[in-house]
Nanobody, 119 residues
Framework: QVQLVESGGGLVQPGGSLRLSCKTSGIILSVFGPAVKGWYRQAPGKQRELVASISPGADTNYADSVRGRFAISVDNARKTVYLQMNNLLPEDTAVYYC??????????WGQGTQVTVSS
């Protein structure tokens, strides 16, 4: 059973930083490596939106609202996906979800981690 567990969320002041982690389990490296990994977020009353994604070839894609502030990365040895978030803004407040897409696993989601940016 493939599982994704996010961590690293919390309360931070505007301008601060957080690093989210998404630890996967129940998946072998030969499946994890070629998968597309992504971070999404959902604010209250809004639809879930893509924040950042990374392809197996390490090509990255970012939402316009976070480009230059956020960075997605992968540690294949640990089968973990990270999202470094800098210069956080109140509008970044949301539940952040990790996502994994692979032919053999389909679309997998974590349970989410809350990020609140407030003074």
């Amino acid at each position: 059973q493939v599982q994704l567990v996010e961590s690293g969320g919390g309360l931070v002041q505007p301008g601060g930083s957080l690093r989210l982690s998404c630890k996967t389990s129940g998946i072998i490296l030969s499946v994890f490596g070629p998968a597309v990994k992504g971070w999404y977020r959902q604010a209250p009353g809004k639809q879930r939106e893509l924040v950042a994604s990374i392809s197996p070839g390490a090509d990255t894609n970012y939402a316009d609202s976070v480009r230059g502030r956020f960075a997605i990365s992968v540690d294949n040895a640990r089968k973990t996906v990270y999202l470094q978030m800098n210069n956080l803004l109140p509008e970044d407040t949301a539940v952040y979800y990790c996502n994994l897409k692979a032919p053999s696993t389909g679309d997998r989601w974590g349970q989410g981690t809350q990020v609140t940016v407030s003074s």
